[in-house]
């Protein structure tokens, strides 16, 4: 059965950093782009940071951009997101999100493209 599972989320203060995994198992990421969404409380999930299934495009929304780095290790079969200089207001649920084939701005800005949701993880930036 093909699922993703996120870990790493957690309590940092401002300014602090965090790194988020996503597993994937019983499918290879290969050949699918892959992306990280987030949720805060009261708002849509929105697509923050994604990778194309080539692996050499990325697109970040404005608020994360030289923040945030998305990245994978396709010997682990796992997605990450590095998260650097953190605010207040990049606390949410984050999930991980894979969709075949398409390009990281497809990934991030059409959701119904994306094929397998993780169950998220909840990120507090908080003093």
């Known amino acids: 059965q093909a699922q993703l599972v996120e870990s790493g989320g957690g309590l940092v203060q401002p300014g602090g950093s965090l790194r988020l995994s996503c597993a994937a198992s019983g499918f290879s990421l290969d050949g699918y782009a892959v992306g990280w969404f987030r949720q805060a409380p009261g708002t849509e999930r929105e697509g923050v940071s994604c990778e194309g299934a080539n692996t050499f495009s990325e697109y970040h929304i404005d608020s994360v951009k030289g923040r945030f780095t998305i990245s994978r290790d396709n010997a682990k079969n796992t997605v990450y997101l590095d998260m650097n200089s953190l605010k207040p207001e990049d606390t949410g649920v984050y999930y991980c999100?894979?969709?075949?084939?398409?390009?990281?701005?497809?990934?991030?800005?059409?959701?119904?493209?994306?094929?397998?949701w993780g169950q998220g993880t909840l990120v507090t930036v908080s003093s």
């Open positions: 999100a894979v969709a075949r084939g398409y390009t990281a701005f497809s990934t991030c800005k059409y959701t119904t493209r994306i094929e397998l």
